[in-house]
């Protein structure tokens, strides 16, 4: 996934604690190739990691629900990069170009629903 990314691309990551979106970024910035140091921004809500594109992860977890992103300069980032978003159903809507949801079934399972815009599913090699 990391690989489609392209600046302005943001990505709202859904699901209950322990599901994997950390996991997922992880992924999504090594495919972007940037480096493995990946770890939930919880407590500092920003991580920056350059790569072919940039990725900034974003975790709202702390965060008011209603919060306009606007406000922590994330039009800014998209202009040079792209976002991925944790707990994304606390920002005001509009800023995501896709989103993925994770769901744990059970300890050794999940389930994974991506809605992507046309281009990046198409690149992705969903469409």
């Given at each position: 996934m990391g690989?489609?990314?392209h600046p302005g691309d943001c990505l709202a990551l859904?699901?209950?604690l322990g599901a994997g979106k950390t996991t997922l970024v992880q992924g999504i910035v090594a495919g972007a190739g940037g480096d493995q140091d990946v770890r939930s921004p919880t407590f500092l809500l920003h991580s920056i990691h350059p790569g072919r594109?940039?990725?900034h992860h974003l975790d709202l977890y702390r965060l008011p629900n209603?919060?306009?992103l606007a406000s922590l300069g994330l039009d800014e980032h998209l202009e040079?990069?792209?976002a991925v978003v944790e707990w994304a159903e606390r920002a005001t809507p509009g800023w995501?170009?896709?989103e993925v949801?994770?769901?744990?079934?059970d300890e050794r399972r999940r389930q994974v629903r991506?809605?992507?815009p046309a281009e990046l599913a198409r690149e992705f090699g969903g469409g």
């Open positions: 690989r489609c990314l859904r699901g209950q594109v940039t990725i209603g919060v306009d040079e990069g792209a995501y170009t896709g949801e994770l769901r744990l079934l991506l809605r992507l």
